[in-house]
């Protein structure tokens, strides 16, 4: 089985991520899965920055600790990823910026020749790559033709002239003729919103949900979208309940940081019933923490956010195709209960490169929201025997719609009763219940290779396919809860039955999903943690549980 | 839950000789112009804050968002958005615009967005009972500020010219007519609308004296002379005992923020058929 792992370095600013894509895109031409993951400090210009891309012929989603080929745009690239780098890497680098073994290309040069720009040198180093790896030039050819649609001819005759820099070291055979699209998790978010019926985006840039933003923005062109860049986090909230009360199905993006701000918009949609879905990156915390790094320390945090008690759903999917499908299902749900819902992605997931399994794609129906009545006896909050009153939006002829942050009485007028303050909390306790067997429903808690396995790894969100990846070496089983609130206790216990030892794999120190677990009264035997913001490579994750186990 | 006359059943809570209620019937009776002109009152749409003004979305007969304290100007902008069709009013207290959400009030008038904002600025805190607030007089004592407030006041009308307002105007709950006058062009500016207006609060801070002794409606000023308005503007700082101008200080006719938003025709085509189309440029 092939399984090739390509180190792509340089300074910010050089345009590592998109030479790493560009790499992705040769290997899903040559029919290989693949996944990119992408380093950065928190800074524009000059910082270290790298790619891993990886191929290999079953479905990934996590990086290699042994890269077999480094392309050094930088001396840094050469000097800090030694102990990345297999015993007989190839490593190619430009030989106007680096000193060291392997073989150079003359990328300032080549630039020169063809009186290009700067940021042309990615396609040099990929055709340098391609010849290195024996990948055929009509390849290169095809993925620049497609990937770089504005000025292909002066970028394939860089290619070529890279391509023809180097000598062939070690061959990457082609092994499929199926291509995959190569989507970022933040792309599969945003699609999975637009296929839910998302009519406006607002968000405040914040990493690692700012590409969302952007790519939503661009959308805006061929969707009927509207995509509002505010003030702050609070207006971003606030702006997107104005959408929302006026009949947008809107959605708001951010990280922890914004989150905080935006809590009591959060509560506001709850209380007042405004339904809002939130897709929250989650990065390395407490407070500022490392920007551009990822973490799973914000479970709680949105189970717990906003002042009082209403219900919430809460989503953390694990690779692009469940981003897609349970962004759609969020957002329809979110609409039919008329509650928050909360996407929770982190930087590994959102800035993360899959090859898109289409199949997967399979968004199942969550049915039609309640139909209203007359609009001449419309009360906002009315009372239903599932606590979700009718939902209408202004205007509506002969109708004044209220919705109200004060505890309120069905027509939506403040109340200070304690009868009715009662009966409105029972609303929302019964639509609690109403959205519990919505996700009843629908597969929460999915398991893989759980085949007679005694031992089982329990995950959440994007450490999904490292953990999958690895337990299939092990002979383990994973489960995974996709939803987390409301908490599908009954599925979770039904996967777990039979485990002997569980093993908890969290990118955070608390063990926010084992405490959660234990809640609902399953046991958790031991809990594998990640400190330093990095995302487990293949590696590090299988040395951790064979220490454990 | 829409009455004829525009005004709920709900219980009114305000103090008496509260200046709430001019501005209440002012509103109101402004609202009744507008639906007297054919534009259908289903279209109209109030946002309030938190404080004694808020409750007007209780009292008022109408689609009412009654959001949280100092957002109303992002709730306002949000349903615009959604629906230009709509006339969207945000009453705001001056803890509300002024403190807690002055990022919003400037945004709102930086982004033109198509809405009124009428402030219940009785430069007191009233349903908490008395402190200072950002137009309360330097020295005001309040339950926070016993030694008296630290800070002079900040000039609303000057904040707003310098932040692009594009309708600028001041008026007093101890004058219905102008009020209703006012809020009434206010409702008609295409853009966003500002009206300051000088309530007295008749618990914690009744200068219903000073309002009547220094105030004076604007004559022969020319609204749309931007200079001739700051000048005026700067006549009276919230502070000192100068006279007090009511009237339009400033408009100005601008293309307002959601206008600038491309409006799709409804699309027969479903989002997978886009999303398909979309999928195929990243294999």
């Known amino acids: ?147 770089i649609p504005k000025v292909p001819e002066k970028n394939l005759a860089i290619a070529r002239k890279g391509y023809e820099a180097v000598l062939e070291e070690r061959v990457i055979p082609r ?46 062109r061929d969707f009927p979208l509207t995509v509002v860049h505010p003030e702050n986090e609070i207006a971003v909230m606030l702006m997107a309940l104005g959408l929302s009360y006026a009949g947008k199905k809107t959605a708001v993006g951010t990280s922890g940081g914004g989150f905080c701000l935006m809590t009591e918009g959060f509560s506001l ?3 007042a019933e405004v339904p809002i879905v939130v897709v929250m990156g989650q990065r390395t915390g407490p407070s500022t923490g490392l920007p551009t790094y990822t973490g799973q320390t914000d479970l709680r945090f949105v189970l717990h956010a906003g002042q009082g008690e209403f219900p919430r759903i809460v989503v953390a999917p694990g690779s692009s195709e469940q981003a897609y499908v349970w962004s759609s299902i969020a957002l329809s749900l979110a609409w039919k209960c008329q509650v928050p819902a909360v996407i929770l992605a982190d930087k590994t997931l959102c800035e993360g490169t899959y090859s898109l399994d289409e199949k997967a794609m399979i968004v199942p129906g969550t049915g039609d929201p309640a139909k209203p009545g007359s609009s001449r006896s419309y009360r906002r909050y009315e009372m239903t025997e599932n606590g979700i009153s009718p939902l209408q939006f202004p205007p509506l002829r002969d109708a004044a719609i209220k919705v109200n942050s004060y505890a309120h009485d069905e027509d939506g007028i403040t109340t200070e009763k304690a009868d009715i303050v009662r009966l409105m909390t029972e609303k929302r306790k019964r639509k609690a219940q109403a959205l519990k067997g919505e996700i009843d429903l629908l597969e929460c808690v999915k398991t893989y290779g ?20 690895v337990a299939r070496r092990y002979g383990f089983g994973v489960i995974q809860p996709i939803v987390l609130s409301p908490f599908p206790e009954e599925q979770l216990k039904a996967a777990v039955a039979g485990v002997r030892i569980l093993i908890a794999v969290e990118e955070n120190a608390d063990g926010q999903l084992t405490l959660l677990c234990r809640q609902h009264g399953i046991a958790v035997d031991i809990h594998v943690d990640k400190l330093d913001g990095r995302p487990f490579s293949v590696e590090e994750l299988g040395a951790r549980l064979k220490e454990v186990s | 839950m829409q009455e004829k006359n525009l005004i709920t059943g709900a219980q009114n809570t305000w103090c008496p000789g509260c200046g709430n209620f001019t501005i209440q019937f002012a509103l109101r009776n402004a609202i009744r112009g507008l639906v007297s002109e054919g534009v259908p009152l289903e279209n109209i749409v109030l946002v309030t804050g938190i404080g004694c003004h808020a409750k007007m979305s209780d009292y008022l007969g109408i689609n009412s968002f009654y959001s949280i304290h100092g957002r109303t100007i992002p709730v306002a902008t949000g349903i615009k958005l959604a629906n230009p069709e709509l006339t969207v009013i945000c009453c705001a207290g001056d803890g509300d615009a002024y403190a807690e ?104 801070f009744n200068v219903s ?49 959601e206008e600038r938003f491309s409006r799709h025709p409804v699309s027969n085509v479903h989002p997978e058929e886009q999303i398909r189309a979309f999928l195929e440029k990243k294999r």
């Open chain 1, 175 to 220: 092994v499929g003729t199926t291509c995959c699209p190569l989507v970022n998790g933040n792309e599969a978010i945003g699609l999975g919103l637009l296929h839910g019926g998302l009519d406006a985006y607002v968000a405040y840039p914040m990493t690692p949900t700012s590409n969302l933003l952007h790519f939503l923005a661009g959308a805006a």
């Open chain 1, 269 to 271: 949609a709850g209380g």
């Open chain 1, 1 to 147: 089985m092939y399984d090739i792992s390509v180190l792509t370095g340089g300074r910010a600013g050089d345009g590592i991520n998109s030479a790493g894509l560009l790499i992705a895109h040769l290997f899903n031409q040559m029919g290989y899965q693949t996944y990119l993951y992408f380093d950065y400090p928190s800074l524009i210009k000059g910082g270290h920055n790298f790619t891993i891309t990886r191929a290999a012929e079953q479905k990934i989603g996590a990086h290699r600790d042994q890269c077999d080929y480094l392309l050094a745009l930088s001396q840094d690239s050469v000097d800090l990823h030694r102990h990345l780098l297999s015993d007989n890497a190839v490593i190619l680098f430009d030989s106007g910026r680096v000193h060291g073994q392997g073989q150079g290309i003359p990328v300032e040069a080549i630039l020169k020749a063809e009186q290009a720009p700067t940021v042309m040198g990615n396609s040099c180093i990929i055709g340098a790559f391609a010849k290195a790896s024996g990948i055929p030039f009509d390849v290169v050819e095809t993925v620049i033709r497609r990937q």
């Open chain 2, 209 to 257: 004296e000073l309002y009547d002794r220094q105030g004076y409606e604007l004559s022969g000023h020319d609204p749309s002379d931007f200079t001739a308005a700051c000048r005026k503007a700067e006549e009276w700082d919230y502070n000192t005992d100068s006279p007090i101008a009511f009237g339009l200080f400033y408009q100005e006719a601008k293309p307002c923020f």
């Open chain 2, 101 to 204: 959400g002055l990022d919003h009030l400037i945004f709102g008038a930086k982004r033109n967005t198509d809405i009124t904002v009428v402030i219940h600025n009785n430069r007191v805190y009233g349903l908490t009972t008395g402190q200072y607030t950002p137009t309360s007089p330097f020295g005001f004592r309040g339950k926070s500020t016993p030694q008296g407030a630290p800070e002079e006041p900040f000039n609303p009308l000057t904040l707003m010219l310098a932040s692009g307002a594009g309708f600028v105007a001041r008026s007093t709950s101890r004058k219905m007519p102008h009020l209703t006058g006012i809020i009434g062009q206010a409702l008609r500016h295409k853009g966003f609308s500002f009206v300051d207006v000088l309530q007295i609060c008749a618990s914690y």
């Open chain 1, 450 to 469: 759980m085949g007679g396995a005694r031992t089982a790894l329990l995950c959440w969100g994007s450490t999904l396919l490292v953990c999958t990846e």
